[in-house]
């Protein structure tokens, strides 16, 4: 760490070097478990003693709370949004605000995994960068989720309208790379969502966040408030715990 030997770094020059980070809290607590986890595989593997002495993360205190209070989107402000919006970008904003699902999993769907007949869309795969693709994480993330007749109506108007509309093409396909992969989520987030969100009267401050996942966020919250019962809306975003959809997207 730095020019100091495992066993000379004192617990309290671990705390300052953290306060000194300007990363949210739950940030530095992921930074904190990981220095604990190289620590614990040392003392596994005989490389420093194996006593509380030799791992000076154990005395660390770092909150994992975050302060970071997300903009919860309620139907009228995201109908606005809407209406800033055209084509692929509208299409993709209308499927991650109706469904829930995440940018990654949207990114990671091609027209083979939408079923019309069904009214529902299959999740097989998230599109994690511009080389990956990884499959779900969990079986509940692999869960397929509604397609309501609107949102099956933009995907069709969307499909008509590209040139990659066939079963295997992605849907959100980028021309820049003739199809052969989707296009960039954090550029769309940019150059789209957020002038869209502003335009439509979203308040952000100067460097504040705000991408596709306020709209999950957003989903979450209305329905709970609606009285949606919660393992309901458990299912539908997919959450193996129902904590998580309480504690982290539901917003009363």
């Given at each position: 760490w730095g020019k100091s030997a495992a066993l000379d770094i004192e617990p309290l020059e671990i705390e300052g070097w953290l306060s000194s980070l300007s990363r949210s809290n739950p940030t530095k607590d992921k930074i904190r478990r990981i220095m604990s986890i190289v620590y614990t595989r040392a003392q596994k593997y005989g490389i420093v003693p194996r006593s509380d002495s030799s791992n000076p993360v154990?005395?660390?205190?770092?909150?994992?709370?975050?302060?970071?209070?997300?903009?919860?989107?309620?139907p009228a402000t995201a109908a606005k949004i809407f209406e800033q919006l055209s084509g692929f970008e509208l299409a993709l904003t209308i499927l991650v605000a109706a469904t829930g699902i995440r940018i990654s999993e949207a990114m990671g769907l091609k027209w083979e995994d939408i079923d019309y007949q069904n009214k529902q869309i299959n999740l097989r795969r998230v599109w994690v960068s511009d080389t990956v693709v990884e499959k779900m994480k969990t079986e509940d993330s692999e869960a397929p989720v509604p397609l309501t007749d609107l949102l099956?109506?933009?995907?069709?108007?969307?499909?008509?309208?590209?040139?990659?509309?066939?079963?295997?093409?992605?849907?959100?396909?980028?021309?820049?790379?003739?199809?052969?992969?989707?296009?960039?989520?954090?550029?769309?987030?940019?150059?789209?969502?957020?002038?869209?969100?502003?335009?439509?009267?979203?308040?952000?401050?100067?460097?504040?966040?705000?991408?596709?996942?306020?709209?999950?966020?957003?989903?979450?919250?209305?329905?709970?408030?609606?009285?949606?019962?919660?393992?309901?809306?458990?299912?539908?975003?997919?959450?193996?715990?129902?904590?998580?959809?309480?504690?982290?997207?539901?917003?009363?």
């Open positions: 154990k005395w660390i205190e770092q909150s994992a709370k975050s302060n970071y209070k997300p903009i919860v989107l309620d099956a109506q933009h995907l069709r108007d969307w499909q008509r309208e590209t040139v990659y509309g066939r079963p295997g093409d992605w849907v959100f396909a980028s021309a820049q790379k003739k199809g052969k992969a989707p296009r960039s989520s954090s550029v769309l987030t940019w150059d789209h969502l957020r002038p869209a969100a502003i335009a439509a009267g979203v308040k952000l401050k100067k460097g504040q966040r705000f991408g596709f996942h306020n709209f999950r966020r957003g989903l979450a919250s209305w329905l709970v408030n609606q009285g949606t019962d919660v393992k309901t809306v458990q299912g539908l975003l997919r959450h193996a715990n129902v904590s998580t959809t309480l504690g982290l997207y539901a917003h009363r």
